[in-house]
């Protein structure tokens, strides 16, 4: 089995229309293969104080490091902050990894 050079991107936004643009530009650039997308409730501290609010998680399968060319696509669709977490895979499927592949056949490394 051929080692898995891919990862899986973890990005949060506001809105479920900004998660589908930023999906969907990634595709377009071919930046990734594959988008997810759900909604999810986030808690969290802001200026010492718990909030509660709604939020939509964005999975992007791409190549690994590419997560500076990401943070371009989202820095052109939203202005706030928010989380975009690298994790890289250690083993994935071999009929997805062979898809993949085909699939990735621009190089961003350079």
Not at 11 to 30: C, D, G, N
Not at 33 to 42: A, E, G, M, S
Request: include cysteine.
């Amino acid at each position: 089995m051929q080692r898995a050079e891919i990862a899986l991107y973890y990005l949060t936004f506001a809105t479920l229309e900004e998660a589908q643009a930023v999906a969907y530009e990634l595709l377009r650039q071919k930046i990734a293969v594959c988008t997810n997308w759900f909604p999810i409730t986030c808690a969290y501290l802001w200026e010492g104080e718990i909030h509660r609010e709604s939020e939509t998680v964005l999975i992007v399968k791409a190549r690994a490091g590419m997560r500076h060319f990401i943070e371009e696509v989202v820095r052109q669709h939203i202005d706030y902050t928010q989380f975009i977490g690298e994790l890289p895979l250690t083993d994935v499927n071999e009929a997805f990894l062979n898809w993949f592949f085909r699939e990735m056949v621009e190089d961003y490394s350079s």
